[in-house]
């Protein structure tokens, strides 16, 4: 496995022109591959009275964003995308398998592994697959969504730390669109938590790209307990 040092000289490069409609088409709410129907335990969190109104949101994203995101999912996303562009198999088996040993929830696996699966499919279908026979690494067993965007990012010729910023964006959008179908929260009041938000994910890149492996592991004990109470619950918009 290479040395996961090496994502962060590459998160300085400069994005090009057709790097950033990729990125855009990446993270688009259009990308046909369901991510409109998972909340990430987010409408857990409703029913149970933790998250009511703009402000009790506003603070359970920033938890989420600075315990979860900023320690699982951006710093692994720039390790796997460092190893995509190094071929190295073995790195991308490492990591893939890292996730989904951190999924802490059945919803929240799947919800890796069918965005994964879905985004796998779509490629297929634009033929931008990782294709071994043109030398590029063995996808890994069951690749999931965080392992399918690093590969888009790096087909898609996009900077590291431009990826980590897009997929950080992708899942303040998703979660504050779940927020507005399955809370009394309009869409003012939405871009007024985006507006705030924005900083907060600039500096969860910045904290992403420096962490060691060792420090690497979310911290999210309550959206775990609100994601295992989703899987009984009786009404449900979301799919977690």
Same mark, same amino acid.
């Given at each position: 496995?290479?040395?996961? *040092?090496?994502?962060?000289?590459?998160?300085?490069?400069?994005?090009?022109?057709?790097?950033?409609?990729? &990125?855009?088409?990446?993270?688009?709410?259009?990308?046909?591959?369901?991510?409109?129907?998972?909340? /990430?335990? &987010?409408? *857990?969190?409703?029913?149970?009275?933790?998250?009511?109104?703009?402000?009790?949101?506003?603070?359970?994203?920033?938890? #989420?964003?600075?315990?979860?995101?900023?320690?699982?999912?951006?710093?692994?996303?720039?390790?796997?995308?460092?190893?995509?562009?190094?071929?190295? *198999?073995?790195?991308?088996?490492?990591?893939?398998?890292?996730?989904?040993?951190?999924? +802490?929830?059945?919803?929240?696996?799947? +919800?890796?592994?069918?965005?994964?699966?879905? %985004?796998?499919? =779509?490629?297929?279908?634009?033929?931008?697959?990782?294709?071994?026979?043109?030398?590029?690494?063995?996808? !890994?067993?069951?690749?999931?969504?965080?392992?399918?965007?690093?590969?888009?990012?790096?087909?898609?010729?996009?900077?590291?730390?431009?990826? %980590?910023?897009?997929?950080?964006?992708?899942?303040? +959008?998703?979660? =504050?669109?779940?927020?507005?179908?399955? &809370? !009394?929260?309009?869409?003012?009041?939405?871009?007024?938590?985006?507006? /705030? %938000?924005?900083?907060?994910?600039?500096?969860? #890149?910045?904290?992403?790209?420096?962490?060691?492996?060792?420090?690497?592991? !979310?911290?999210?004990?309550? &959206?775990?307990?609100?994601?295992?109470?989703?899987?009984?619950?009786? *009404?449900?918009?979301?799919?977690?």
């Amino acid at each position: 496995m290479m040395d996961t *040092s090496t994502h962060i000289k590459e998160s300085t490069s400069t994005i090009s022109d057709l790097g950033l409609l990729g &990125l855009m088409q990446l993270i688009s709410p259009a990308l046909p591959i369901g991510a409109f129907a998972w909340s /990430q335990g &987010l409408e *857990s969190a409703f029913e149970l009275g933790w998250v009511t109104n703009e402000q009790e949101l506003g603070e359970w994203l920033t938890g #989420v964003l600075g315990d979860g995101l900023t320690r699982c999912e951006l710093p692994v996303l720039s390790r796997l995308q460092a190893c995509w562009a190094a071929n190295d *198999s073995d790195g991308l088996a490492y990591w893939n398998d890292w996730i989904h040993a951190n999924r +802490e929830t059945a919803e929240i696996s799947d +919800e890796d592994t069918l965005l994964g699966m879905a %985004l796998m499919r =779509l490629l297929v279908s634009l033929e931008l697959q990782p294709k071994t026979q043109w030398g590029h690494a063995k996808l !890994p067993d069951n690749p999931g969504y965080v392992t399918m965007f690093a590969w888009t990012a790096h087909q898609r010729q996009i900077p590291v730390r431009q990826s %980590l910023l897009g997929f950080a964006w992708a899942w303040l +959008e998703n979660q =504050l669109a779940a927020a507005c179908k399955a &809370l !009394p929260l309009g869409h003012t009041a939405a871009q007024r938590l985006n507006e /705030q %938000l924005r900083p907060q994910l600039v500096a969860a #890149v910045d904290t992403a790209l420096v962490l060691t492996d060792e420090e690497l592991g !979310p911290i999210l004990p309550g &959206l775990a307990l609100g994601s295992a109470h989703h899987e009984t619950q009786y *009404s449900r918009l979301f799919r977690s």
